[in-house]
């Protein structure tokens, strides 16, 4: 059992938290994850998304899964996550149609080269990038977040041009150390940051 000072203690701090992210609560979050470096990081993400009330529900692609697993975000939002496009469970009848319509905003964090571009060109060959089609009406955020090689390359950038055509919304990514021990720009821009752009999202868009 908690005991009342500790209880009291949790509830003080998840408050604080939350204070200022009113627009987060009850918001349909679909967190997209693919297989970058900075896939620990959205862990921290939804476990913030969660804390301010925000119902998150994510996929992982095949690679993610090779960098975190999928039960960190499931111990951290309560929602099982989703990796393949044949298993959903039987409450969903078309898996990536239904969690297209039942979500108010998508993120992908982080967003590899190869999401990105698949997303660009219309590619969808797994749960991720099929859902990502169906979502073209919805508000997206990307955030990139890959080597600054990667980064650099001009189908890269031809392909994020074709995204922010689509008004999708394209946060960081930011310039530092890099993965491989480089500095330069790639680094995927910091969870409170892109939490901000889905305030923004959430609070232009009609309840
Ligand atoms: C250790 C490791 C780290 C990687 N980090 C990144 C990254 O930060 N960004 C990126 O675009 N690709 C990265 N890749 C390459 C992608 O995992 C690869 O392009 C993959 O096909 C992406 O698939 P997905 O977009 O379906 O997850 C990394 C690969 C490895 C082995």
Request: overall charge positive; charged content about 20%.
């Amino acid at each position: 059992m908690v005991p009342i000072n500790l209880k009291n203690r949790h509830f003080n701090e998840w408050e604080k938290m939350t204070q200022g992210c009113s627009k987060l609560n009850g918001l349909k979050v679909l967190l997209g994850i693919s297989g970058g470096i900075a896939a620990y990081k959205a862990v921290d993400m939804a476990s913030k998304l969660t804390a301010a009330g925000a119902d998150v529900h994510s996929i992982m692609t095949q690679n993610a899964c090779e960098l975190i697993r999928p039960k960190s975000i499931e111990a951290v939002t309560g929602n099982q996550v989703f990796t393949k496009l044949w298993n959903m469970p039987q409450e969903y009848r078309i898996g990536h149609i239904d969690l297209s319509t039942q979500t108010d905003v998508v993120i992908v964090a982080p967003a590899t080269a190869n999401i990105i571009g698949k997303v660009a060109g219309g590619i969808c060959d797994d749960l991720l990038s099929t859902t990502l089609c169906a979502c073209w009406q919805k508000p997206v955020i990307f955030a990139p977040a890959m080597n600054n090689r990667m980064w650099t390359n001009p189908t890269v950038q031809k392909n994020i041009e074709t995204l922010k055509q689509m008004n999708f919304k394209i946060v960081g990514p930011d310039t530092g150390r890099l993965a491989c021990g480089e500095t330069g720009i790639g680094r995927m821009a910091q969870p409170d940051e892109i939490i901000k752009a889905i305030e923004q999202i959430a609070g232009s868009t009609p309840a």
